[in-house]
């Protein structure tokens, strides 16, 4: 519990420096915002009634209350483009990029675990050196050319098999989930073939790492045969260095993707965020950045507490230094 408590209270205190450095980054900008977001050869009253409307003729630390007391209650702000809540906003493009890299990471998690086996259960060198190449080339695939060759292949239209939509996402989103679902295929196969090979290389990496730790040979001495020592041992073991990796790498898609919804014309949070930005609506992209940096930080604290759960070893350690101070 001790544990889970500070986790949190670190949690709080990281949010509080984020939102600090976020509201101070976009005040720092030359100029200030209202000159910003009015654009050049804006009129003074259209930039005075901009500093009106948003508070920025306030002082700052009233300016940083107000907007952090916001979103304590989840009000965010109004996009100064639109009129509608950056609230409603973001959750529109969360229900396109979340599906998107969930479908992402499940492909690579197909890929990269099962092929991260074999590559540990392979005997000949010339089958090690495969596996290795296949790796090498499924991560240093650029996302920009990865895609556009999946839609040569399999998008309607242009492709040589027209199985899937090149671009776009259905206007009434997913109240029609089979066609919603369908135009995210090529976008996740291009995210799941890239993080696919990384992942194959971090499970080879740590079943090595236990094979040469003794644990595989000890399974095989009770009665398992090779494979069943690294299926079921060896893969147990690593699982809490794999949770980690597969839960940092789910945070980092959540950017990582913003090529790919912009190749597809995929309205998520990536492809919004850059649109925000090049209208200088930057009272939607301050919220929009909290967000993102509150979710990278949600998700270190989740892979903490699992990783925690899944190796009861931490938590000896932990007492024993307890103990000893």
């Known amino acids: 519990m001790r544990f889970i408590v500070r986790r949190l209270l670190l949690f709080a205190a990281a949010l509080f420096g984020v939102s600090v450095v976020v509201f101070v980054a976009l005040r720092i900008l030359p100029g200030d915002v ?99 190449v296949i790796a090498l080339i499924g991560g240093a695939i650029p996302a920009l050319w990865g895609g556009l060759l999946l839609v040569l292949l399999f998008s309607r239209g242009s492709g040589l098999i027209g199985l899937f939509p090149s671009q776009g996402f259905p206007l009434d989103g997913w109240a029609t989930p089979v066609t919603a679902l369908w135009s995210l295929i090529l976008p996740a196969l291009t995210v799941g073939i890239i993080v696919g090979a990384s992942l194959m290389r971090y499970t080879r990496s740590a079943l090595g790492d236990i094979a040469a730790s003794g644990h595989i040979d000890m399974a095989m001495a009770c009665g398992m045969t090779r494979r069943q020592a690294v299926i079921q041992v060896g893969l147990r073991l690593a699982m809490p260095q794999l949770v980690s990796v597969i839960g940092l790498t789910f945070a980092e898609m959540i950017t990582g993707v913003m090529v790919i919804e912009n190749l597809f014309a995929l309205p998520g949070i990536g492809s919004g965020l850059v649109t925000d930005l090049g209208n200088r609506d930057l009272i939607a992209v301050q919220s929009e950045l909290f967000l993102l940096a509150a979710f990278f930080l949600a998700c270190g604290l989740l892979v903490d507490l699992l990783h925690r759960a899944l190796d009861p070893r931490l938590a000896s350690v932990a007492n024993i230094s307890e103990v000893v101070s």
């Open 34 to 132: 209202a000159s910003v977001m009015a654009g050049l050869n804006s009129p003074a009253s259209r930039v005075d009634a901009l500093r009106e409307q948003f508070g920025l003729n306030r002082p700052l630390t009233v300016q940083y209350l107000d907007w952090a007391g916001g979103l304590v209650r989840g009000d965010f702000g109004t996009s100064i483009l639109t009129g509608r809540s950056v609230t409603s906003l973001v959750a529109g493009r969360a229900a396109i990029t979340f599906p998107l890299i969930v479908l992402g990471l499940l492909i690579a998690m197909l890929i990269g675990i099962p092929l991260g086996v074999a590559a540990t259960l392979a005997r000949s060198s010339w089958a090690r050196t495969a596996f290795h």
